[in-house]
């Protein structure tokens, strides 16, 4: 924490990890008496976090509730997948042949899917499938879409919890995973940003889909 992070930054870094691991759910109560046992946190340090969270849409304030993790709707989805088509395509379209780094990132988090997968270990299916994605907009080189897309990416993970049949809709995605990474190091740019296309065209499908259906029960 000697980054000059505050309290509150590190606490509001690890509610938004508790989420991106799957940890967190939608709807779920963060409440504050908890959270400073927790940290050994002051109140006033608790509230920054939990302001934090708010401002990147990771939580909500109800009434007479108090904060909870959001839930997201299919404009937010919509939105999401805006964000990730112009962040994903366009690091693929300016990335340099991957480099080694870069490449073993990448396997790492298809390795890690793949495991979580062996196990049936659905919810870490999500988390490490993100990863992927983050190292691809990690191609970018800029800190500060590196940042951004971090928090994109717990609001996917809010997102994944629509699924009725997690296993159902994890499965189909590590394999086109593994064939943008084989493309992307055949430095095939152009077939690499095909397949990421599609995938986000029929990702998105799915979850609107699922959302649709959710929200009739």
Request: charge should be negative.
């Amino acid at each position: 924490m000697s980054n000059g992070q505050s309290l509150a930054d590190q606490i509001t870094l690890e509610l938004r990890a508790d989420i991106i691991g799957g940890r967190l759910l939608p709807g779920m109560a963060l409440v504050e008496n908890d959270l400073v046992l927790a940290y050994s946190a002051s109140r006033n340090t608790i509230r920054e976090a939990l302001h934090r969270l708010g401002q990147e849409g990771l939580t909500v304030y109800v009434r007479n509730k108090g904060v909870r993790v959001r839930r997201l709707g299919v404009k937010d989805v919509v939105d999401l997948f805006k964000v990730r088509r112009t962040l994903e395509l366009q690091a693929i379209n300016v990335s340099q042949p991957l480099g080694d780094d870069q490449s073993d990132q990448m396997l790492l988090a298809l390795e890690a899917t793949e495991l979580a997968r062996a196990r049936e270990d659905w919810r870490a299916v999500g988390t490490h499938s993100l990863a992927f994605h983050q190292h691809i907009v990690g191609l970018l080189r800029s800190p500060l879409f590196d940042e951004f897309f971090t928090n994109v990416v717990a609001q996917l993970r809010l997102v994944f919890f629509v699924a009725p049949d997690e296993s159902r809709f994890q499965s189909p995605w590590l394999a086109r995973d593994q064939q943008i990474h084989q493309l992307l190091a055949e430095g095939d740019q152009r077939a690499a940003m095909e397949a990421m296309s599609l995938y986000l065209d029929d990702s998105e499908h799915l979850l609107l889909q699922m959302l649709a259906s959710s929200s009739h029960h």
